[in-house]
């Protein structure tokens, strides 16, 4: 398995195994483990919050190409996908205070996961569509002060193609596969957290051979 999935093959396979690797790294960790956080930038996260992330977005991605009813499951509050920020304490996370629990989360992780696989099994190049986000020279990545164009021009560089950004007119475009890829590795990058997090606090992590994903370059571990 290719530490950085691209092909259509690989990121349905990875999509198909994600959720267990994360539902395997998080079990049996105390709430106090699922709570630590840490001075690093990758630690600025805690195991808690990196699964949230993670099931959130896999979730409202899905619905951006596919549409609410598409999932396998009812979905939840809509409002709670109204903006990628829904308070400062619950950047791009579901609300921490009507979803908190953790096998809720690993379950939204898992349906979200296994429905992007599903279209993946029946992807047909010539079908792709290619989805337009206009972004404001000042808008910025939910909570945090990082432009989302500069978080755009250096995630679209570890893609092998279908991302093409404008800078001047703030567009990003992103065909139907780099959506899903950009989905997983944005996930790989969260699930390399939570490793890490066990790692700091003597825990061996359970699956360390899993891939990193192709935003490893991206977001250096220093």
């Not at 960790?29 to 930038?41: I, M």
């Not at 630690?43 to 409202?60: C, D, E, G, V």
Request: aromatic share 12%.
């Amino acid at each position: 398995m290719s530490a950085y999935p691209e092909a259509v093959s690989e990121v349905a396979e990875v999509f198909r195994l994600l959720s267990g690797w994360v539902r395997d790294e998080i079990a049996g960790l105390t709430q106090e483990q699922l709570a630590r956080r840490g001075p690093e930038e990758w630690a600025r996260w805690s195991p808690h919050y990196q699964l949230s992330h993670m099931a959130y977005i896999t979730t409202r991605w899905f619905m951006v190409l596919y549409g609410a009813p598409a999932l396998p499951w009812h979905p939840v509050d809509m409002s709670q996908f109204g903006s990628f920020t829904n308070t400062p304490e619950d950047d791009r996370r579901f609300s921490a205070e009507c979803y908190a629990d953790v096998w809720w989360l690993l379950a939204r992780l898992e349906e979200a996961c296994g429905a992007a696989a599903a279209r993946l099994d029946d992807f047909q190049p010539e079908e792709e569509e290619t989805l337009v986000f206009v972004f404001g020279k000042e808008s910025f990545v939910g909570a945090t002060k990082e432009r989302a164009l500069d978080l755009w021009e250096r995630n679209a560089i570890c893609h092998p193609g279908g991302v093409v950004l404008d800078l001047e007119q703030g567009e990003v475009l992103l065909t139907t596969l780099a959506t899903l890829r950009h989905v997983l590795w944005d996930d790989l990058i969260h699930l390399r957290s939570v490793r890490m997090h066990r790692e700091a606090m003597n825990l061996a992590p359970v699956h360390p051979d899993a891939p990193v994903g192709g935003y490893a370059p991206a977001y250096p571990v220093s």
